[in-house]
T-cell receptor, first 115, second 108 residues
Framework: EAGVAQSPRYKIIEKRQSVAFWCNPISGHATLYWYQQILGQGPKLLIQFQNNGVVDDSQLPKDRFSAERLKGVDSTLKIQPAKLEDSAVYLC?????????????FGQGTRLTVV | GQSLEQPSEVTAVEGAIVQINCTYQTSGFYGLSWYQQHDGGAPTFLSYNALDGLEETGRFSSFLSRSDSYGYLLLQELQMKDSASYFCAVSGTYKYIFGTGTRLKVLA
């Protein structure tokens, strides 16, 4: 079974530039999550999709972050414009269920450095 | 709101037993999960407790007390490769929230 795929693995951009991350979840997983993990901290949930609908985006900085999951499969997360404090690893995860999330499967993440 | 608390760091020697605690506050609680994350790696699932009591999986065990909003991860016969960060995560209604993580250092 293929795992969660993310790209790119690394990205370095200047502040005020734009960047986009891509995620392909495990086939058949209805729920997709984007987490931001700053060095030394736990993953912080940015947005959670159930199929192609958003079930939680309360911690997504909507003035600069956006995410979509067209057709309920792949997802993209965009930052525009980026700030220095956005430097972090962006993790995508997926799970079978949404109500009873027993296990999330993570991709390797995209390490973003904003300079 | 939702919150989870874990100790920031734990140190133990090879072969020892260590317990990592997690207290949580959440609505719509379904269960408590534990993840391991090595530096530079992705979090990987270790265990899940939905009911009170102890779940054992090899050298790792996880405990949950729903009435106390408390759980712990027990690691036995510690090995150097267990040096990593450990996160508890709460499954709530349409949410999956992680704690701040406990960095475990295993000394030779």
């Amino acid at each position: 079974e293929a795992g969660v795929a993310q790209s790119p693995r690394y990205k370095i951009i200047e502040k005020r530039q734009s960047v986009a991350f891509w995620c392909n979840p495990i086939s058949g997983h209805a729920t997709l999550y984007w987490y931001q993990q700053i060095l030394g901290q736990g993953p912080k949930l940015l947005i959670q999709f159930q199929n192609n609908g958003v079930v939680d985006d309360s911690q997504l900085p909507k003035d600069r972050f956006s995410a979509e999951r067209l057709k309920g499969v792949d997802s993209t997360l965009k930052i525009q414009p980026a700030k220095l404090e956005d430097s972090a690893v962006y993790l995508c995860a997926s799970s079978l269920e949404s109500v009873m999330n027993t296990e999330a499967f993570f991709g390797q993440g995209t390490r973003l450095t904003v300079v | 709101g939702q919150s989870l608390e874990q100790p920031s760091e734990v140190t133990a020697v090879e072969g020892a037993i260590v317990q990592i605690n997690c207290t949580y506050q959440t609505s719509g609680f379904y269960g408590l999960s534990w993840y391991q994350q090595h530096d530079g790696g992705a979090p990987t699932f270790l265990s899940y407790n939905a009911l009170d009591g102890l779940e054992e999986t090899g050298r790792f065990s996880s405990f949950l007390s729903r009435s106390d909003s408390y759980g712990y991860l027990l690691l036995q016969e510690l090995q150097m490769k267990d040096s990593a960060s450990y996160f508890c995560a709460v499954s709530g209604t349409y949410k999956y929230i992680f704690g701040t993580g406990t960095r475990l250092k295993v000394l030779a």
